[in-house]
């Protein structure tokens, strides 16, 4: 799988946002502007049903028009709080783009009301021109998702596993088709924590379709990434969302997906596969880290220069300014924990957590911890402020990293809620995991 190919079966950080507007979300609150704009790659719009096929990459900036240059697929530009018909313009906890989907789905559902109208209309009269009761309950059902059986953990025929948690694994399907059960074995269990539903997990994989015996990529392949998301919230298959859950981290998992479990009815074309085949994953689930966790480790206070820091665990980290201390004007650094997991690189998603106060009196005005909710973003994605994006590429998965931003890396001479303008800012982030999401 490559390191930009969208998440499987779905967009993948979807639900790890907290939910709503991104930009209610975002550390500080939007950045400086009239608003932001949702930007996808046609690539990964031609995927929202599964994966990207291996190789396939965002243009790079600059690059001439062609059909995959970054498209605009939303906007939340701000603008009056009501419409013309008074209704709030983003209602809570739903954001632009909810809202553009659901003006989708209502097109869609009048759609559906208006051929059930055609379809049991039997003449031409004015007392016929609605469907009668009794025709709606003989009319068709309305097509749907096959149910997601229930999870087994074992099957009368199953494949053979070969291979250690961390490698890629070999898939050996056996020559008779699978019974259609929605398997999930633990092959063997690690010692790390449980995946709970909206733990955050990353997960490696090896992929086969049973049906064809055709292999799928893999997080294993050149220049895979492990697969990183929030368990149990819908984000991605249910044979990844579902079978995580409740097996802890360091352990390797059989899952056999039926198509209910995986791409559904309508398979994967670009995958080649089809709508009633059966895929094999071998799952290593890499780390687990619940909705409120920070890091932990060894601490090195930062310089004289820098605002001193206090961890309060859980809670949002004390800042204390260095009286008299110059405001920088280029990005500093300071590594408070150092993590040991892998350096962070642009285009990966991280799962951070986070607490931002003004340079100038330590003033907080934001933190991801009071909300009980790590945030989650791609770096050098644009996403955040410029500051961000700079600081946290190349450090290392476990760290918990000091910035001090000056305003032209923040939100420069507009403000942004509590920030007035122009301010220096100071953050302290932890690094919690990253990977392909």
């Given amino acids: 799988m490559s390191e930009n190919a969208s998440s499987p079966g779905g967009a993948g950080t979807a639900n790890g ?27 990964i719009l031609k995927q929202q049903a ?16 062609t059909e995959d240059t970054p498209q605009i697929f939303a906007s939340n530009v701000r603008r009056q709080d009501t419409s013309e018909a008074g209704y709030d313009e983003n209602p809570p906890g739903v954001g632009k783009l909810g809202v553009i ?27 016929d021109t609605a469907a009668k009761p009794d025709a709606v309950k003989t009319a068709p059902a309305t097509p749907s998702a096959e149910p997601v059986p229930p999870i087994k953990d074992s099957a009368k025929v199953l494949p053979t596993i070969t291979g250690e948690f961390g490698k890629k694994a070999g898939i050996e399907v056996p ?20 995946v709970e539903k909206n733990s955050w997990a990353s997960v490696d994989y090896t992929a086969k379709d049973w049906t064809t015996g055709k292999d799928i990529p893999s997080s294993y392949d050149e220049k895979g990434k492990p ?52 895929l094999v994953f071998v799952i290593d689930i890499r780390n687990a880290n619940a909705p409120d966790a920070v890091v932990s ?11 001193q820091v206090k961890d309060n665990g859980k809670k949002p980290a004390e800042i204390t300014p260095v009286k008299g201390a110059a405001e920088p004007t280029e990005l500093k650094s300071h590594v408070l924990i150092k993590g040991t997991g892998p350096k962070v690189e642009k285009g990966e998603k991280v799962v951070v957590q986070y607490t931002g106060a003004l340079f100038k009196d ?34 290392t998965v476990g760290s918990r990293v000091e910035l001090v931003i000056p305003a032209a890396l923040a939100y420069g001479d507009k403000g942004q809620g509590d920030i007035p303008a122009n301010s220096t800012l100071v953050f302290v982030v932890d690094i919690l995991d990253a990977g392909q999401g």
């Avoid at 989907?101 to 007392?127: A, I």
């Avoid at 479990?261 to 398979?267: C, N, P, V």
């Avoid at 770096?379 to 961000?388: D, E, S, T, Y």
């Fill in 297 to 307: 480790g060894t601490v090195t206070p930062p310089p004289a220069d820098f605002p």
């Fill in 175 to 194: 020559g008779e088709q699978a019974d259609g059960s929605f398997v999930v074995k633990v092959l063997s269990e690690g010692t790390g924590p449980k």
């Fill in 227 to 278: 697969q990183i998301f929030q368990a149990g919230t819908d984000a991605l298959i249910p044979a990844l969302d579902q079978a995580v859950l409740g097996k802890k981290a360091g352990s390797r998992l059989l899952v056999v997906a039926p198509p209910a479990a995986a791409f559904g009815a309508q398979g994967n074309p670009s995958m080649s596969i089809g709508a009633k085949d059966n």
């Fill in 17 to 43: 946002n907290s939910s709503g507007d991104p930009a209610d979300s975002r550390p500080g609150g939007p950045l400086p502007g009239h608003g932001e704009s949702i930007v996808v790659p046609p690539s």
């Fill in 101 to 127: 989907l659901g003006t989708v789905l209502t097109l869609l559902l009048v759609g559906s009301g208006v051929t059930l109208y055609l379809v049991n209309k039997d003449g031409g009269s004015k007392s």
């Fill in 362 to 395: 330590g003033k907080v005005f934001d933190s991801s911890l009071s909300k009980g909710q790590a945030f989650s973003f791609p770096v050098g994605g644009g996403q955040v402020i410029a500051g961000w994006d700079q600081g946290l590429e190349g450090q």
């Fill in 50 to 65: 599964g994966w990207a096929q291996p190789g396939e990459s965002r243009p790079s900036a600059g690059a001439t028009k």
